[in-house]
């Protein structure tokens, strides 16, 4: 009876060393699996959203006054460009802009995508093209003084007119993809100012570019240099761009869960 038990506490004793060995040699095998289940419940669509419902919320971007629907289109955007490695893996910078709203409101807002984390909440200018407080009419065009919407990626520093100032290139072919030839770039400008909108009851109007207070500008250019995604959205029905594709940027964020589905079928 007791060689019995002594060879089943053997037998049990050699099974729990084989499954610890096991889990160390497979750290991520119970996540894995958890994360096809979780996949084969829900679209890569449907995880997406619920992933940047999560970023806008932590960051508290509501309360800060960027609406979901403009998030989402800036936030789809930032993963289709690093999907096709326009923006660097390790950049997790995204800034809004909402030209859809007052100058006398702050409508820039710079977000860690990675720490879901707002990290500048400012005003910044339109184009004197485009209207006086609110922007209505958008170009791409020399000489419009126009805003231009769409995504940008953010360039080098140099010292021009306005000291120092970060140039941008525009992706949107038609819409943006001018900016450099008309000069279109970060800088800081005295008419940005809470000053002037008690005067005004609006901010001062730029040549084009996303002009911001003298009192930041150095801040906002070093946290959102060298390759980091800029969106400026607006009213204008007729803006469209290959980087607002929701299911392309989806099947970057969660590949495992479109392949699963795929599988599935």
Same mark, same amino acid.
């Not at 006398?104 to 209207?131: Q, Y």
């Not at 909108?197 to 009192?215: D, F, H, K, M, W």
């Given at each position: 009876?007791?060689?019995?038990?002594?060879?089943?506490?053997?037998?049990?004793?050699?099974?729990?060393?084989?499954?610890?060995?096991?889990?160390?040699?497979?750290?991520?095998?119970?996540?894995?699996?958890?994360?096809?289940?979780?996949?084969?419940?829900?679209?890569?669509?449907?995880?997406?959203?619920?992933?940047?419902?999560?970023?806008? !919320?932590?960051?508290?971007? #509501? *309360?800060?006054? /960027?609406? %979901?629907?403009?998030? @989402?289109?800036?936030?789809? =955007?930032?993963?289709?460009?690093?999907?096709?490695?326009?923006?660097?893996?390790?950049?997790?910078?995204?800034?809004?802009?909402?030209?859809?709203?007052?100058?006398?409101?702050?409508?820039?807002?710079?977000?860690?995508?990675?720490?879901?984390?707002?990290?500048?909440?400012?005003?910044?200018?339109?184009?004197?093209?485009s209207?006086?407080?609110?922007?209505?009419?958008?170009? !791409?065009?020399?000489d419009? #003084? *126009?805003?231009? /919407?769409? %995504?940008?990626?953010? @360039?080098?520093?140099?010292? =021009?007119?306005?000291?120092?100032?970060?140039?941008?290139?525009?992706?949107?072919?038609?819409?943006?993809?001018?900016?450099?030839?008309?000069?279109i770039?970060?800088?800081?400008?005295?008419?940005?100012?809470?000053?002037?909108?008690?005067?005004?009851?609006?901010?001062?109007?730029?040549e084009?570019?996303?002009?911001?207070?003298?009192?930041?500008?150095?801040?906002?250019?070093?946290?959102?240099?060298?390759?980091?995604?800029?969106?400026?959205?607006?009213n204008?029905?007729?803006?469209?761009?290959?980087?607002?594709?929701g299911?392309?940027?989806?099947?970057?964020?969660?590949?495992?869960?479109?392949?699963?589905?795929?599988?599935?079928?």
């Amino acid at each position: 009876m007791k060689r019995s038990v002594l060879w089943v506490t053997c037998i049990l004793l050699l099974l729990s060393v084989t499954i610890i060995s096991w889990k160390a040699e497979n750290p991520n095998k119970d996540y894995h699996t958890k994360s096809v289940i979780k996949a084969g419940k829900l679209s890569a669509r449907a995880l997406f959203a619920q992933y940047l419902t999560e970023i806008y !919320n932590n960051a508290q971007l #509501h *309360a800060a006054g /960027l609406d %979901f629907e403009v998030f @989402e289109k800036a936030a789809t =955007g930032f993963f289709n460009l690093k999907s096709q490695n326009q923006v660097g893996q390790t950049r997790s910078i995204l800034t809004v802009v909402d030209l859809a709203k007052s100058s006398s409101t702050k409508r820039m807002w710079i977000i860690d995508m990675l720490d879901k984390e707002l990290l500048m909440h400012t005003w910044v200018a339109h184009g004197n093209g485009s209207g006086r407080d609110m922007a209505s009419y958008f170009s !791409n065009q020399m000489d419009s #003084h *126009a805003s231009s /919407l769409g %995504f940008y990626i953010t @360039e080098g520093i140099y010292q =021009g007119k306005h000291g120092r100032s970060l140039k941008l290139e525009g992706l949107d072919a038609g819409f943006n993809d001018n900016a450099r030839a008309r000069s279109i770039v970060v800088h800081g400008a005295k008419y940005v100012s809470e000053g002037t909108i008690n005067a005004l009851g609006r901010l001062g109007l730029s040549e084009g570019c996303p002009a911001v207070s003298t009192q930041v500008v150095g801040k906002v250019i070093e946290t959102i240099k060298d390759g980091t995604v800029l969106f400026i959205n607006g009213n204008d029905n007729a803006y469209t761009s290959k980087y607002l594709d929701g299911e392309s940027a989806a099947n970057y964020v969660y590949p495992e869960s479109n392949a699963y589905e795929n599988a599935s079928l």
